[in-house]
């Protein structure tokens, strides 16, 4: 390795064999019980909920560390509503036909159409947004690297956190997603990558059965 700046590591926690087990089993269990549902209560999450979530997320690995991603977590029943108002717009072209008639029939059993209620109903909307340039300081605008990777990671963290926290998401998609980067008012360096929705349950939330077909870990992974 080359000279650099360093320190020690020193918040580094060793665990015996067995704990490691027995937290790592703990881990699956959690996350087993995480799913994508459509159904959310109206009920208030305080705003330190998704400010520590969205630091956790911050923690993740990413091209030469320079965090290539922007959170935009809106909790205004005025934009909520015209994100919901650009999105159903976009999906209804969609749905019909847009998407092709296979990617159409694979959603079929999850039950998905145009009408999305839930990004005016839950509390909070996360939109994420990756950046072409920038930097380890705000303001750099030298070249990010391996943005789609950094990005889904600390994507993907953001939602564990917000699993571990108590709450319930939903991952948004729709491409492309120009109208996120409008109503959030986002520079044209940076793109759309996801919208997450973030909430509590409603008591009439459902899982469709097909989401609850998981591979197992023979499918998905191979040890050498």
């Known amino acids: 390795m080359k000279p650099h700046t360093n320190q020690p590591l020193s918040d580094y926690i060793e665990f015996s064999i067995e704990e ?7 881990v699956y269990t959690s996350l087993k019980r995480r799913h994508s549902i459509r159904q959310f209560s109206d009920r208030d999450v305080p705003k330190t909920v998704i400010e520590n979530c969205l630091k956790a997320a911050g923690t993740a690995p990413s091209g030469a560390n320079h965090q290539p991603w922007h959170f935009v977590a809106i909790h205004s029943p005025k934009i909520k509503r015209q994100v919901r108002e650009a999105a159903e717009a976009h999906e209804q072209r969609f749905y019909d ?13 999850l039950g998905t159409d145009a009408q999305k209620p839930y990004l005016e109903h839950a509390p909070w909307l996360i939109a994420i947004f990756s950046q072409k340039k920038g930097g380890v300081n705000v303001g750099e605008k ?6 789609h990777e950094s990005v889904g990671i600390a994507t993907g963290m953001l939602i564990t956190a917000l699993h571990e926290s108590g709450l319930v998401t939903l991952t948004h998609t729709p491409k492309p997603m120009t109208f996120l980067s409008k ?14 929705i973030a909430g509590y349950p409603s008591v009439h939330a459902t899982v469709p059965e097909h989401a609850l077909n998981k591979k197992s870990l023979d499918d998905i992974s191979t040890f050498l």
Not at 97 to 109: F, T
Not at 142 to 147: A, E, L, S
Not at 183 to 196: A, S, T
């Open 20 to 26: 490691m087990i027995t937290r790592s089993a703990a």
């Open 97 to 109: 036909g847009r998407a092709g008639d296979e990617w159409l029939d694979a959603l079929k059993p």
């Open 142 to 147: 030298h070249t990010n690297y391996y943005v």
């Open 183 to 196: 109503i959030c008012n986002r520079p044209d360096d940076e793109r759309p990558y996801m919208l997450i």
